[in-house]
Every structure is written in structure tokens, then in C-alpha cells.
């Protein structure tokens, strides 16, 4: 029985960074400034820098970063917007949200992410935008979609979620970070994702000067000056203190970033030669920050259960991500996809097993649980 093995390691984490952590956090408390503190606008610039993008602008969380950026772009109700079908529910419910029509594609069976393949079929005159999500850590196929994307007069807007950090090169050998190709880039601070902080936060980006002012005017109940309100908008706000831990947590992104890619190669060479499971495919054009490290069980949602729940006994932690696809779910019945309209999605989420991943793990961490995983397996055979 193992106690220490988690699938992320906060407390951990915060041991190696606790002194700076807990000074930033002082600083804002004997400051005062809890809403829009120079912290705030520290970060921004911060970010915009690490990403190499125009403009970052700071939110409550990632889920209003979505919502913003729909609100940003003159849609109108039931207009259509293409969203990846096996993703986090917050990529299609704010498009529900705001009257807007979900249209679903399916998913490549070894990136995870959209299939860009079979989004030309489903674009209609109603088609406005589409929503890649850079699921696990790496990105999309921005290629297609940016040609798509400018082919149909469409918006992009990137779920950047899972991705921060990861570069996107194009085949003209442009790189780019994740979240800054399309028009809008969206991501979490949600506390376990890469750039995570203590709490809930979300950012947007974008390059272009009039839309970003409009963000910022929406996230600020449609404001530019105090009181005068030209749109409508929503109060979304990073406290003063997430945006001073986010500092202190963007000096160790790369950091971290490689200790779990570390962990990822780890388990590739565990992992890798058996034939029972699938090791997560890296993309060609994209860098991977490996948010999950997720394997497939071939034999399928039995076999992937009985594994995960005789890990548990054994103190190892695993997560399904995701279990049902957006289409099967009950808030997206009115959509009418019946069961079959995304094989390779439905598919998925019968074999994807997350095994623990984290900025704090090691060798032995990783020996650890692979060959419980392979113990388990040849057990339940
Ligand atoms: C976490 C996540 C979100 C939502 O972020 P919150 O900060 O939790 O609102 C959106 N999309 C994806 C893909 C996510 O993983």
C-alpha cells in the first residue's frame, strides 16, 4: 500500500516554493489591494511575455474565459459553433449558455484532439467559429484549422485549458504558443492545472487590440470608465493573490514543464513495449506539457475499470478522462446525436486511463506505479 503516490502533488509542490509563495501572499495582505492589484497587471505582462502574445487578460476562471470570448464576437443566438466531442464539459456549456448551437466532431483515436478531417462536412452558413480544445497538453492540428478557419470566414478560439506552455511549429516553421494562434486563446489556473493557482482563475489572449479591449470591457461589467457601461458584461476578476501566486508559479512553468515531461519519458520506457496498452502519441507540429499522461487499455471499459479500481486498492491513484462524451450527456440531449455519431470518441472513453503525472514526481514514483499497473494486468488476466 502506498500512501504518498497522488495524481497531482500540491502540498509538495508548495514545500519547494513556500517561502516566495508566502511572501507574495503577505505582501498583498498588508497591501490591501484584493481586487485589481498591481499584482494583477504584473502577471499580465508576465504571461504575455512568457507566451509571446499581445495581450493577456486576466480572469475569475476558465470557464468565464470561454463564455468572454463567445460574448467578444457578435454572435447571435443559434449560431453554430464546432466543438471536439470528447473534451470537459466547460468547452460546449458555455456555448449552450449564451443560446448558441453546439456542433459536434469527433476526435483523432491517437492525439485526443479534434478531427480536422471531418470538420469541413459539418460547416453550415451558420458556422461561426470553432473551438479546438489542446487536450492533455498538446496542440491540435492549427494547421487545418487555421486554413479552415480563414477558407470559411470563421472565428477560433482556442481551449487552452491544459496546454499552457505548449508550442505549436506550423509547416512554414512559424511556432507558436498554444492559445495564441486563433483569434482567442482561453485558459484555467484551476489549482491542478500546469499554471495552477490556489484557487480558481482564467485567462484570455489575443493579439488583435480591438478585441482585447472588448474582453477586458466584458470581464468588467462592459466599463471602460467607471459607472459607463457600452456593453454588457459579466464581473470576472483574478484576486490580487492567485495573480501574485501565479507569479511566483510562472518562474518554475518550464520547470515544471519538464519534470513531467521527465515522468512522461519514464513511463514510456515502462510502458511502451508491452502490447496490453496504448502510451500517449506525440504530435509531429506540437510540444507536449503532458497535463495527463494518458494510456488505453485495449481490451476495453471493463478490463479499464477493474484495473483502476485494483490500483486504488493498492493506494495508486488513476482518473478516466474522460468517461462520457459531450453528445451522451443528458444536458446535451436536445442536440440529438444518438449513440454512434462519434465512434472513435465513444470508443475512447471506454479504453483512456490517466495515471498520475506531476511536477514533483521521480524515478521511483513512476517504476512505482508502472509495475503495479503490469502486476494488476497480468492478475486480472
Ligand atoms: C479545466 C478546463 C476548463 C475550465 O476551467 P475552469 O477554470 O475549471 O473553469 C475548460 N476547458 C478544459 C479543456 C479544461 O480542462
Not at 469541413?120 to 473551438?131: D, F, L, P, Q, R
Not at 470559411?152 to 499552457?164: G, P, S
Not at 478585441?211 to 458584461?233: E, S
Request: charged share 20%.
Amino acid at each position: 500500500m502506498n500512501n504518498n503516490i497522488q495524481m497531482v502533488d500540491l502540498k509538495s509542490q508548495y514545500q519547494n516554493i513556500k517561502s516566495e509563495i508566502n511572501e507574495a501572499i503577505l505582501k498583498v495582505i498588508e497591501n490591501g489591494q484584493f481586487i485589481k492589484g498591481p499584482d494583477v497587471k504584473i502577471f499580465e505582462d508576465n504571461l504575455k511575455s512568457y507566451l509571446n502574445v499581445k495581450h493577456v487578460i486576466a480572469c475569475a476562471n476558465g470557464t468565464d474565459a470561454l463564455q468572454i470570448a463567445m460574448m467578444a464576437l457578435k454572435l447571435r443566438p443559434g449560431d453554430e459553433i464546432i466543438v471536439p466531442v470528447f473534451t470537459y464539459i466547460a468547452t460546449a456549456e458555455v456555448i449552450g449558455l449564451l443560446g448558441l448551437k453546439p456542433v459536434m466532431v469527433d476526435v483523432e483515436l491517437d492525439t485526443f484532439c479534434i478531427d480536422v478531417a471531418k470538420i469541413e462536412n459539418v460547416i453550415t452558413t451558420k458556422t461561426k467559429a470553432i473551438v479546438p480544445v489542446h487536450l492533455f497538453g498538446q496542440c491540435a492540428n492549427m494547421d487545418e484549422i487555421m486554413e479552415l478557419a480563414q477558407k470559411y470566414n470563421l472565428f477560433v478560439i482556442e481551449d487552452t485549458a491544459q496546454a499552457i506552455g505548449s508550442k505549436y511549429t506550423f509547416q512554414n516553421g512559424t511556432v507558436v504558443s498554444a492559445g495564441c494562434i486563433g483569434d482567442i486563446g482561453t485558459t484555467s489556473f484551476f489549482p491542478s492545472k500546469n499554471l495552477g493557482c490556489y484557487g480558481d482563475g482564467g485567462a484570455l489572449f489575443t493579439n488583435d487590440d480591438a478585441l482585447a479591449q472588448k474582453l477586458r470591457m466584458i470581464c468588467n461589467h462592459g466599463q471602460k470608465v467607471q459607472y459607463v457601461h457600452d456593453i454588457i458584461g459579466v464581473n470576472s476578476r483574478l484576486d490580487t493573490i492567485q495573480a501574485a501566486i501565479l507569479n511566483v508559479k510562472l518562474g518554475q512553468l518550464r520547470n515544471y514543464e519538464n519534470s513531467r515531461n521527465q515522468a512522461a519519458h519514464w513511463y514510456d520506457e515502462l510502458l511502451g513495449k508491452l502490447d496490453w496498452f496504448e502510451i500517449p502519441r506525440r504530435s509531429n507540429s506540437s510540444t507536449h506539457v503532458f497535463h495527463q499522461y494518458t494510456i488505453k487499455i485495449k481490451e476495453g471499459r471493463e478490463k479499464r475499470d477493474a484495473l483502476k479500481a485494483e490500483l486504488s486498492k493498492r493506494g495508486i491513484p488513476t482518473m478516466v478522462y474522460y468517461p462520457i462524451p459531450l453528445h451522451q450527456q443528458k444536458a446535451f440531449e436536445t442536440e440529438n446525436y444518438p449513440l454512434g455519431s462519434f465512434p472513435v470518441s465513444e470508443a475512447l472513453c471506454d479504453v483512456v486511463l490517466s495515471l498520475p503525472i506531476h511536477t514533483e514526481m521521480n524515478y521511483e514514483m513512476v517504476q512505482e506505479i508502472a509495475q503495479n499497473l503490469i502486476q494488476v494486468y497480468q492478475e486480472l488476466n
